[in-house]
Nanobody, 128 residues
Framework: QVQLVESGGGLVQAGGSLRLSCAAS????????MGWFRQAPGKERDFVAA????????YYADSVKGRFTISRDNAKNTVYLQMNKLKPEDTAVYYC?????????????????????WGQGTQVTVSS
């Protein structure tokens, strides 16, 4: 069983920065791509960013490209989301998730059904 625990959310003014962390249990973390998603009140859960199992490949939603950076430290079983130049529309609960495909190699997926384990989420609120 894999457990994912997010942290680092909070309240920040527009233009500010936050760094989210997602700590994973288990010894298989380094073999799976990881993703970040977010869900604003009354809206569907949307893809934000993903990173390959090796950390070499990253993929971002257009809405965050150039502002957010996903990274991982496989020695610490942790994936990060550095969020800069935050906007009020970034306000949401942010979730990390594990891609269900072992060592997915050729591409990263933004599709929710492709992720099998999810954290409980951390709230990010950006004030204007």
């Amino acid at each position: 069983q894999v457990q994912l625990v997010e942290s680092g959310g909070g309240l920040v003014q527009a233009g500010g920065s936050l760094r989210l962390s997602c700590a994973a249990s288990g010894r298989t973390f380094s073999n799976y791509a990881m993703g970040w998603f977010r869900q604003a009140p009354g809206k569907e859960r949307d893809f934000v960013a993903a990173i390959s199992w090796s950390g070499v490949i990253t993929y971002y939603a257009d809405s965050v490209k150039g502002r957010f950076t996903i990274s991982r430290d496989n020695a610490k079983n942790t994936v990060y989301l550095q969020m800069n130049k935050l906007k009020p529309e970034d306000t949401a609960v942010y979730y990390c998730a594990r891609d269900h495909t072992y060592r997915r190699s050729s591409y990263l997926t933004p599709k929710l059904p492709e992720y099998d384990y999810w954290g409980q989420g951390t709230q990010v609120t950006v004030s204007s």
